[in-house]
C-alpha cells in the first residue's frame, strides 16, 4: 500500500464488528509501535493490550463512551516520565514519543484491515489504577482495535494554506 492511501484510508472508527482480533494481527500492530522513533531511542513507554470482555468494566471507568468497549480489545500507552529525553529548557519528550509509537499502531492497524480510534478524553486516574504500572507512567492515549462495522466518513480538512507557513 502507498503511504498517501494509507494515510487517507485511517479514519476514527466508531463502530466496531464483534469478530476476534487475530493474534498474528494484534502482534504485528504492536511490532510497529515498537519500530517508532523515539527521542534518543530511550523507548520510555509500555503498552497495556487488554482483551475488553475480560476487563469490560474497568475499562468503562477509563473511558465511557459505548464504542470503546464495542471493540475486542483495547489498546494504551504510557510515558515513563522518569527515562524520557528531555530537552535543555525542561521539555519533557515523553508524549511526543508515545504519541509516535501511538501513530505507528494505528497506521499499522489500518493497513491490516482494522479500525482505531484515538483517545484522548479518558480519565487518568480510572487509566493509571487500570494498568497498575505504579508511580511515574503517566497515560497518553487509548484506541479501541478491531474491524470497522462503519463506512469511512468523507474527510474535512482544513486548507493546506491555513495550516503551513513558508518563511
Known sequence: MVFFDLAERRYSVRAYKPDAVEDEKLQQVLEAGVLAP???????FRLVVARTREHLDALKKVYRA???TQAPVIIGIY?????AWVRRDGKSYADVDAAIVMDHIILAA???????CWIGAFDAQA???FAGLGAGWEPVAFTPLGY????????RRKPLDDLVTYL
Open 127 to 129: 487509566a493509571r489504577d
Open 110 to 116: 489500518t493497513e491490516l484491515g482494522l479500525g482505531t
Open 66 to 68: 459505548p464504542f470503546f
Open 148 to 155: 470497522p462495522a462503519s463506512v469511512r466518513p468523507e474527510k
Open 79 to 83: 510515558a515513563d516520565l522518569s527515562t
Open 38 to 44: 523515539t527521542a534518543c531511542n530511550l523507548q520510555p
